[in-house]
């Protein structure tokens, strides 16, 4: 069963199409790298995936459900968690209480980065971008999602972090529930390393994927003009 399966996607903005019938495959117990320069669609495309954003057209299947007409909460029940671009967290909360407000055991992050119980009583805007990453990535966990959609997990983040943030992830996606993960990345070390498969998004169209094992590092760099 394919966890995410993506057909003809098309969405707009301001009156504008900014997707052009994408399609796109996420395997359970795979990870999927989105890549593309500035201004792709990419971002458009994650909130496009999980209803935040409108869809004009195209068919959406999470986990064999169709998930076209759901709404956000609709296709969150479905076992898929968030990390969107910025994070997302609140930073008057502290990082204890940014987890117990998220669904699931704040217990599961804390393992998953252990730093978190070290900063647990510190405000989430006082966190450094690592630790705002780790605390961001910690909460979706908590959910133990089928599948995981991350914004820019690397953005911002130290190299140190980076690695420990790739090394979790490589532990949940192998975890006997055989989860997914998509994510947007610029850090193309991070993406080539950890990922299985891929696509370069150009002006709102998939430009070319498959598996990174099969691609040429240089020929990808060379879309993405790095």
Known sequence: MIMLEARGLTASHAGARVLWDVDLEVEPGRAFALLGRNG???????????GLHPLDSGQLHIAGVDAT??????????????????????PRLTVEE???????????????????????????????????????????LMAQPRLLILDEPTEGVQPSVVSEIQETLRRFVATE???AVLLVEQHLDFAWSFADRFAVLENGRVACSGALKDAVRADVEEMLHV
């Open 177 to 179: 529930f055989s989860p």
């Open 69 to 90: 007409r759901l709404p956000a909460h609709g296709r969150a029940a479905l076992g898929i968690a968030y990390v969107p671009q910025g994070r997302g967290i609140f």
């Open 98 to 140: 940014n987890l117990r407000i998220a669904d699931g055991d704040p217990r599961i992050a804390m393992e998953a980065f252990p730093k978190l119980s070290e900063v647990r009583s510190r405000l989430g805007g006082n966190l450094s971008g690592g630790e705002q990453q780790q605390l961001a990535v910690g909460r979706a």
């Open 40 to 50: 792709a669609g990419k971002t458009t495309l994650l909130r496009t995936l999980m």
